[in-house]
């Protein structure tokens, strides 16, 4: 059974950083793309950022040069290291996994970040 455990939400002033951590299981990072969404309440949810297998990499627009995105294929975790976050960065982070074929991805519960203004 695939599982993903994020974490490292919090509250941060804007202009600070976080670094959520997503923690997989019952999964093979040689099968599976892994990245993060986020959620305002009452809005869609929308991609942040994501990693293959070879280690190819997305970013939304909103987030290039502010946010990086990695793998430790050994402790099979998927950071996210969120640097120069503004009040609009605010929201609910999901790690997802889809695997390669597959149209449906897992996703783990999330992580609230919360940036003050």
């Known amino acids: 059974e695939v599982q993903l455990q994020a974490s490292g939400g919090g509250l941060v002033q804007a202009g600070g950083s976080l670094r959520l951590s997503c923690v997989a299981s019952g999964l093979s990072f040689d099968d599976y793309a892994i990245g993060w969404f986020r959620q305002v309440s009452g809005k869609v949810r929308e991609a942040v950022a994501c990693?293959?297998?070879?280690?190819?990499?997305y970013y939304d627009d909103s987030v290039k040069g502010r946010f990086t995105i990695s793998s430790d294929h050994a402790k099979m975790t998927v950071p996210l290291q969120m640097n120069s976050l503004k009040p609009e960065d605010t929201a609910v982070y999901y790690c997802?996994?889809?695997?390669?074929?597959?149209?449906?991805?897992?996703w783990g519960k999330g992580t609230l970040v919360t940036v003050s203004s």
């Open positions: 990693i293959t297998k070879d280690g190819a990499t």
């Open positions: 997802y996994a889809l695997r390669w074929g597959r149209s449906t991805p897992n």
